[in-house]
């Protein structure tokens, strides 16, 4: 068990105890910021009535965002159940309103919001494998890219791990008008209630976990699933989420607000909700009830054999609680804990065991954290560490002893994972009150010390599951730290000396200039690090200069760079050899790469060779500031498009909105691209350009751009082009699009190989400078697009048309405009996604949008 505390307790008469100061078998935990401060007294408070409820419950869904976490909010904080949310994905298909990042990456960002958004409501955070490849318009063809029954093996593993008494699905088993992953969440619920207490389902899990049946299955219904407030509430299970937490100070709307927030890649702030908040629940499967959530479900001590003579002293010791000295509460809590020692062992004892010393270690006022020295670490370097401490309590605790362990990708237990005993150092003895106290170490680091990429990127990527190499990974969130110490201490209690060890995972600490104190996990990162300059490369049948960017993590005396190119292709030279590395710096040489008569369009990789040892990953960071530091080791790899069009000329403008990478591809096409904010839109600057792109959900975020649009169409009627990227039909803040009106929907086509229709041949759009044929639209990827147009003017001309198996035919994909002597140009064609991936057509019809004035709108004759 990593991440968090384990606790072991002796008295002198020799009894020992270990506790795991987190759920039992599997590394629940969430770092996130960094260590756990001290917790306000009311937070304690709160702890010790959680200590008396033994009950749990699991709600699941489909992606991050569609957790309702005024519910969750509830559970964990006024009922207080353990609470935890089981998302199938981590969001990957979705899209960004703050930045670039797109699949995996916001995957990465998605899943530490989650994190966030727990620590915030008090909830816990599970994941299975499956990758989300995008919208999906129905079960059925969610079940064509996700195994069926492989995700109901995942959905059963966190079921019988977790063990929960009550689980919840956010959305309607029956087929609806909604994202197909919602449905296939609660279908998979609903199956998986009943497997999961099956042990001829799945057996291959009973070497770690025990079959397991749930009470009761609801769904979490509302009146936006029905589409109207007065829906028929008869047969459903009323539950009041909006009441106020007194030890908190917060109502569990605005917690549940303030954990929403979290999901800032979406898009998702919230407004503090104050006052009562009916949520209703039907009933699915098991012992339901109508009034009560927990009707049938012993929630006490009492459920648990001995336990009933728990109950009464743990009610003292909430009811004694001194606010102001709650160190005289250790006392009695440590009596208590000696009598729920003497239970049989169950999944509740070891909870409760867990939740107990950690609140020991609250109220014994002792603090402490292990930081490195730097930020990140080769396998095979030093690295070093500090443990601080320091007792804000007035009483007598020693430090004994630390064990300084490193993270091995060796199973052990019920773990993917274990960690090995580096070195076992002596304690600093008694601390003092009040006075930090640090002991420092410096540690090699093994050769073999796993490197930071998330643990569900290692494998190979498809549309459908993360390869994990190991069943015991479902559910974790995130990598356990690199190194961590485990740190005995021991203090006094009826005069009998009690020992506690406490485990704490390492981070690295650092004071920014405008926010003050932050942490970041330690990233442990390859020796040598090799990057394309650029995600794509254009060759028009000649040669093209391709720089590689090689960063050093270490110091190395020579490394050899070659080019991993498709066929067909050749490199000039076929090395290139660097010399005397040094750690910190990065270095960079150009290779020319010509096609030959067999070439053709395709991704190329890099690989670096030094003292024997091939680096072929590129070191990719992720920084927002309301999530911890994220890195991705991605396969160094780059798209070489082979296409036969002209070179891009001319100055075009950008604005960006939500974040997308389209600058980069109109720069590969061989335009100026310059990027312009929302103020800078001036007659006088727009004079400079010939075509203006707006960037994915500008309309979204750019409030100012209602007062620029009388500049951007004296743009347009001057000559100039003006792009329209896709923006969502929701929280527009501006809706005019061009001189005639333009209504946006929901409409969107995600088979990406769906077939194309063009309602206008000979439209010079589909004509110049590149004539476009069926052939452009294959190999694109995850979606054709997204929030088509749904209603326009007549001055507006659709250009396709295309359509999902089984569905209508949708023409408002593409439309354009002719306004004086220039042209506009709305597209929910997903270009952001297109250009980054190097799909050859995607560029080719981009590029014939950007010249859309420069060439005759009329069809030609």
Known sequence: MILGAATRVKTRFGASLLFILLAVGVTWAQPGYGPPAGQPVGELYEQLGKLQVLGRVLYVAAHPDDENTRLLAWLAREKKVETAYLSLTRGDGGQNLIGKEVREGLGLIRTQELLAARRTDGARQFFTRANDFGYSKNPEETYT???????????????????????????????????????????????????????????????????????????????????????????????????????????????????????????????????????????????????????????????????????????????DFDLRHPVLSVEALVAWRIQLTALSESYFKAQKLAECNALLVQLLGLWQELTANKFSVVPGDSLALTLRQIVRH?????????????????????????????????????????????????????????????????????????ALNDLRWVGHTENPAPYQVRVRYAFRVWKRVHEVEVVLPVYYRWTDPAEGERFRPLEVVPALQPAFANANYLSRGGQVAVEVVVRADQDRPQAEVRLQLPDGWYAEPEVQTLQALKAGLEYRVTFQVLPGKQAASGSMGVAVVSAGKQYDRSLVRINYPHIPMQIQLKQAEAHLLLLDQPVGQGRIAFVPGAGDEIPDALRTLGYAVEVLSVAELTPEKLKNYRTVVAGVRLANTEAALGAKMPYLLGFVEAGGTLIWQYNTSQSLLHKQFGAANLVLGRERVTVENAPVTFLQSNHAIMQRPNQLTDADFEGWVQERGLYFAANWDAAWTPLLRMNDPGEKPLDGSLLVSQYGQGTIVYTGLSFFRQLPAGVPGAYRLFMNLVEASWHTNQPKK
């Open 145 to 319: 890219h996700w195994d069926h029954d492989s995700l109901l093996a995942d959905v059963v593993w966190v079921i019988r791990m977790f063990k929960p008494d009550v689980i919840i699905t956010r959305f309607n088993p029956e087929p609806s008008p909604t994202h197909g992953h919602h449905t296939a969440s609660a279908q998979l619920a609903v199956e998986a209630f009943a497997a999961a207490a099956d042990p001829n389902r799945f057996p291959e899990q009973l070497a770690f976990v025990q079959p397991w049946q749930a009470h009761s299955l609801y769904w979490n219904t509302s009146w936006w699933f029905y589409g109207r407030e007065d829906f028929d509430k008869s047969g459903l299970l009323p539950i009041d989420v909006g009441s106020y937490n007194t030890s908190l100070g917060s109502g569990y709307g605005e917690i549940a607000s303030a954990s929403r927030s979290m999901h800032k890649s979406q898009g998702f702030g919230s407004a503090r909700q104050r006052g009562q908040e009916i949520e209703y629940l039907k009933p699915l499967a098991g012992k339901t009830s109508t009034s009560d959530l927990f009707a049938g479900i012993n929630l006490s001590w009492s459920r648990v054999a001995g336990g009933a003579a728990l109950i009464k002293p743990l009610q003292k010791i909430q009811r």
């Open 394 to 466: 007035r009483g007598e605790v020693q430090h004994l002893e630390t064990r300084w362990e490193q993270l091995s990708w060796e199973a052990a237990g019920n773990l993917p994972y274990s960690y090995v005993l580096l070195e076992t150092t002596a304690g600093l003895g008694q601390l003092p009150f009040n006075q930090q106290r640090d002991q420092k170490r410096v540690l090699k680091s093994a050769d073999n010390l796993p490197l930071g990429n998330p643990f569900w990127l290692n494998g190979a990527l498809d549309a459908g599951f993360f």
